[in-house]
Each structure stands twice: as C-alpha cells, then as structure tokens.
C-alpha cells in the first residue's frame, strides 16, 4: 500500500529565492524540490495578474518537480459587501483566481471572507453565504474544473472568519473546503493554541461537522503570529521564539492520527525555511513514533 503524503511548502518567496538571483515563479518549483519541499502557494494577493500562458507553465513545472500547488485569492474579496460594484470586483476577483488556479493545476483557492463588522455579525454573515452561493453558481457554469474554494480563519475580530463562520460557510458544497490558519486561531483565541487538547480541539470540530476527509487532506497555514486584544498584528519567524504557535503539538496529532494535509508557511520572509523547521519537525516525531 503506497504511503499517502504530507506537503510543506511557502506561501510566495523567501527573500532568500531572490538573494540567490531567481526572479520567476516559474523557477520556484526546482527551488523547492531542491530544499526537499513539494507545495507552493501563489500568490494573487494584489490581484490576478498571471496570464493563462505563464499559468499553464508554472503548473507543468510543478508537477514535473511533484510540487502541489495552491493559490491565495486578492485580498480585496469581500463577501460582506453591500455596495454593487464591490459586490461584482469581488466576484471577478474569486472567478479570475478559480480561472488562473484551474489553469495551473492548483487544487484550492484560499481567500479572505470579507469583513464582518457593520452590523449584526449573524446577518453578516447569512449574507456571505448567499452571495457565496450565487459566485459558486457561477463558477459552475464557467466550468472551472474541481478547484476548491478555501476560506480562510482570520486573526482580527473585525473580520469574518472565526473556526465557527468557515464551517458555516464550508456546510454549502462540496467545493467549500476550510484553509485554517492555526497562526490567526491563535492570535483570536489571545494565545490560547498551547498544547495538544487545544489543537485536537481544532480538528475534532471540523471532522464532526464536515466530514474525517477534511482534516485527513486539511489545507492549513502556519506561522508564528504577534497579536493584540484585537487579534492579529503581524506575522513573525520561526527566529522570534517569544511568537506562538508552537508547531509541535500539531504534528504530534498529524502523526499519530495519519493526517496528510498541505501545510503552507506565511511566515516573514522566511516561508521557505520555516517550512523546513516544519517538516523537519514532523519526520523527527514520525521517526520517533516508528521506533517506539
């Protein structure tokens, strides 16, 4: 029986990958099969700028390095939105990155829920699910493959985003899936994320309300996360030892309970490397347990 995989990789380039001279996404692949990585998170932050060309290239080049890929949806997405013309740049910005992702083989789409202040926080979001449900109708009908939304948990209260709103908004389909970012759950918890009961916690929910196949393929964020009464502030290193999360607690449970997510490090600057102090940590627990 052929063993199932566990993938670590950035979230976009270290500034090592441009210390050493590269300057293309499409270089990344190699670069991070080199550093014995296989997951790639692209980045559309600012926009859906790849054309379909350069998309059907970086996505070739990935698998033939078996990096898998994802992307990360602009920033400017806004479920929450009243106002028309944010309603349709949001809907354009999710469909353009379903349309860029499907090209390049990506498996998901993570994206920013929106915001969830301005009102009564359940009718807010009882409106993102509507309009989530009318963008997914339409990606359909565009025929954008099986690419998966993921909406991601947010580390400030003002936003949508909390454990309990991304499985909410994941119960609509079957192309919902949830990218939890354990940095942010644990800035909004205020630090909380401390041991194995708490990230157990975690995943135990998602398995009761979505289904064992969305924690056993879990597409999950991780980085040390500075934060305030207000939740996030800023993402940290794996050098910043006074920032939580600690991964090891994690990968105690991946290990143990045969979880093969994709683990995407957004840590500062340091994604690449942070994702090897990850995986590293992980093996060793692997390791650890085969000789106990």
């Not at 991070?32 to 990585?37: N, V």
């Not at 979505?210 to 040390?224: D, E, K, T, V, W």
């Not at 995407?264 to 590293?280: K, N, P």
Request: hydrophobic content about 40%; proline content about 4%; glycine content about 10%.
């Amino acid at each position: 029986m052929r063993e199932m995989t566990i993938y670590f990789g950035p979230a976009g380039a270290s500034e090592s990958f441009y210390a050493q001279g590269h300057k293309s996404s499409l270089d990344m692949s190699e670069w991070l099969a080199k550093l014995g990585l296989n997951a790639y998170e692209y980045q559309s932050t600012r926009g859906v700028k790849i054309g379909g060309e350069m998309a059907v290239k970086l996505g070739q080049l990935a698998s033939q390095q078996g990096i898998r890929l994802s992307m990360h949806a602009p920033y400017y997405i806004n479920l929450a939105a009243r106002d028309e013309e944010m309603k349709r740049k949001t809907k354009a910005h999710l469909l353009n990155a379903l349309k860029a992702a499907s090209l390049m083989g990506a498996k998901v789409v993570v994206f920013h829920p929106g915001s969830g202040s301005g009102g009564d926080r359940k009718e807010i979001l009882a409106g993102a699910k509507s309009f989530l449900k009318e963008i997914l109708n339409e990606a359909e009908a565009e025929g954008t493959g099986t690419v998966q939304l993921a909406p991601e948990t947010m580390g400030k209260r003002n936003q949508l985003g909390s454990l309990e709103e991304i499985l909410e908004l994941c119960e609509l389909g079957p192309r919902l899936v949830p990218a939890v970012d354990f940095g942010h759950l644990n800035a909004l918890s205020g630090g909380a994320l401390v041991d194995r009961p708490a990230f157990a916690a975690i995943l135990e929910l998602i398995q009761e309300r979505l289904g064992r196949a969305y924690i056993q393929n879990l597409h999950i964020h991780f980085s040390p996360v500075e934060f305030t009464g207000a939740g996030e502030k800023k993402h940290g290193t794996t050098l910043d030892t006074n920032l939580g999360p600690d991964f090891a607690p994690l990968a105690e449970i991946l290990v143990e309970w045969g979880l093969t997510p994709t683990i995407i490090c957004e840590s500062a600057g340091r994604q690449a490397e942070d994702a090897i102090v990850y995986r590293d940590i992980y093996y060793r627990l692997k390791e650890e347990k085969k000789k106990a």
